[in-house]
């Protein structure tokens, strides 16, 4: 498992190549990137969510974080940084690439880790720009405490067919709700380039 992370990771830094130096402008097709991930989310589906009723569970997303406007950017971007690196650490683990498509899941993986190094040169700028002393850990918390449950549940359910199902599709909504939050960066931030 070591190896095949390790290859994915140097796939990915290779095939991406250099990071522009764009400050916080986010590469154009980053938005494309987003919506390819949720098409990969919907692609690993391997049963039919309403066969697996009885395994529904809310995992209860904090959907404040995302709809409110009471985050600062580098707060947001913390939040939106976070979401992704759980999303990835979920997906790569030995119970996940035993339950999904190893081809989508390498391609979801990939496209995880090219927008988490997006948005790295955004935070870093952000927190320059915001000299901001409001905590960054508390959004980043709220991410790693809703991801705690999920990994609980999917423990607690054993890692079945139905349980992964779900978490699939919780992940494909709160992944959703993220890149909204995003978006609504990019346009109140000019393309997150300033504050």
């Given at each position: 498992m070591a190896l095949l992370l390790s290859l994915l990771t140097a796939l990915v830094v290779f095939s991406c190549g250099p990071a522009p130096s764009l400050g916080c402008d986010l590469p154009q097709n980053h938005s494309l990137a987003s919506e390819k991930i949720v098409d990969l989310l919907d692609?690993?589906?391997r049963l039919p969510t309403f066969f697996c009723l009885d395994?529904?569970?809310?995992?209860?997303?904090?959907q404040e974080m995302v709809d409110g406007s009471q985050?600062?950017?580098?707060?947001?971007?913390?939040f939106l940084h976070?979401?992704?690196?759980?999303?990835?650490?979920?997906?790569?683990?030995?119970?996940?690439?035993?339950?999904?498509?190893t081809t989508r899941l390498h391609q979801l993986l990939s496209g995880l880790l090219k927008q988490q190094k997006d948005l790295e040169t955004c935070f870093v700028?952000?927190?320059?720009?915001e000299k901001s002393v409001?905590?960054?850990?508390?959004?980043?918390?709220?991410v790693k405490e809703y991801f705690?449950?999920?990994r609980s549940?999917?423990?607690?359910?054993?890692?079945?067919?139905?349980?992964?199902?779900f978490v699939r599709v919780e992940i494909r909504g709160s992944f959703s709700s993220s890149t909204a939050l995003q978006e609504r960066l990019r346009r109140k931030h000019g393309d997150m380039s300033s504050s």
């Open positions: 692609q690993i589906q395994d529904r569970k809310d995992f209860r997303f904090p985050l600062q950017k580098a707060q947001a971007i913390a976070e979401m992704l690196q759980q999303i990835f650490d979920l997906f790569c683990t030995m119970d996940s690439f035993a339950a999904w498509n700028q952000a927190m320059e720009e409001l905590p960054i850990e508390g959004p980043a918390l709220a705690e449950g999920i549940y999917l423990k607690e359910k054993e890692y079945s067919d139905c349980a992964w199902e």
